[in-house]
């Protein structure tokens, strides 16, 4: 069985930031309590349907979602152990939130990155070397994914830009657990009963895996922090320009509400 990254709230700061400069992921558990993950539920069910996006294979998202939905805010993306584990993260550093969100009801994913092909990087050519490349997405499944429902990585290969490298790993995860992963990584989305072999014809057939449905709830959060420096705030231009594309009839600027809260919390922003 393979070592996972596993941390808490009293882990130490040195032995977080070693795993994920190694590694490129961690999962911090216990993050969110039973009552505080069933509130990020009814987001879901009240909130999300209002705004989402549907999508023909049945799954549905909604891009953009701290900007579009109050309890978002409130709720995911400022929760206070949530804060603290970033705060962990970068080392008491300064950090800032690149305001990509988003909430997927469905989704599956295959194999890829989330630097854009390197578009989200673009004019920093040695992102993939860079120790200062420190853009970190936070995915949150709210369900019990110890067996199946979370993410699948390939270890270390935040470092490589060829999407073949590293040992695949899925990481297994609780209902209250937070996954931290490098936007260079290589993951995918629903793991469920695609390992080894399987998997890897899958991702050959890349489109079967898209156009598949998911048999259960998957519900699932992702946003992204990183260290204030120039890799960081290029990534968070380039991937909001993203976003403005994706809902581009409703895309909103960071209500001046949110804008404070975080800046009260010590996080830099963007826009
Ligand atoms: O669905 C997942 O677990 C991963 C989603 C993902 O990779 C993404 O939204 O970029
Ligand atoms: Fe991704």
């Known amino acids: ?6 941390f808490c709230l009293n882990s130490e700061n040195i032995e977080v930031i070693k795993a994920l400069d190694q590694d490129g992921y961690v999962v911090f558990e216990n993050i969110f309590s039973d009552y505080e993950v069933n509130q990020i539920k009814q987001i879901f069910y009240n909130d999300f349907p209002k ?4 999508r023909e294979n049945g799954s ?5 979602a701290s900007h579009v939905l109050e309890n978002f805010q409130d709720h995911v993306v400022l929760n206070k152990n949530l804060l603290f584990a970033m705060k962990k993260v970068f080392n008491n550093e300064e950090f800032a939130y690149t305001s990509h969100s988003d909430m997927h009801i469905n989704v599956s994913s295959p ?6 092909g390197g578009k989200y990087f673009a004019g920093l050519d040695n992102y993939f070397d860079s120790n200062i490349c420190k853009v970190f997405k936070i995915g949150l499944y709210l369900r019990d994914c110890s067996k199946f429902g979370g993410l699948t990585i390939k270890k270390g290969s935040h470092l490589k830009k060829d999407i073949r490298f590293g040992e695949e790993q899925y990481l297994p995860s609780k209902a209250g657990d937070i996954v931290i992963f490098d936007v260079r990584i290589t993951h995918k989305g629903d793991s469920k009963s695609k390992t080894g072999i399987i998997s890897r014809l899958i991702d050959k057939l890349n489109f079967k895996e898209k156009k598949q449905n998911i048999s259960y709830e998957r519900l699932s959060c992702f946003f992204t922090f990183g260290l204030n420096n120039i890799y960081t705030q290029t990534f968070a231009e380039k991937n909001m320009n993203r976003q403005v594309i994706d809902k581009s009839d409703k895309f909103l600027s960071m209500p001046k509400r949110f804008r404070s809260l975080l800046i009260e919390n ?3 922003v963007y826009f």
């Open 1 to 6: 069985m393979a070592i996972i990254n596993k």
């Open 51 to 54: 705004e989402c996006i549907k």
């Open 60 to 64: 549905s998202i909604l891009p953009n």
């Open 111 to 116: 194999w890829h990155k989330d630097d854009g």
């Open 266 to 268: 010590g996080i830099s």
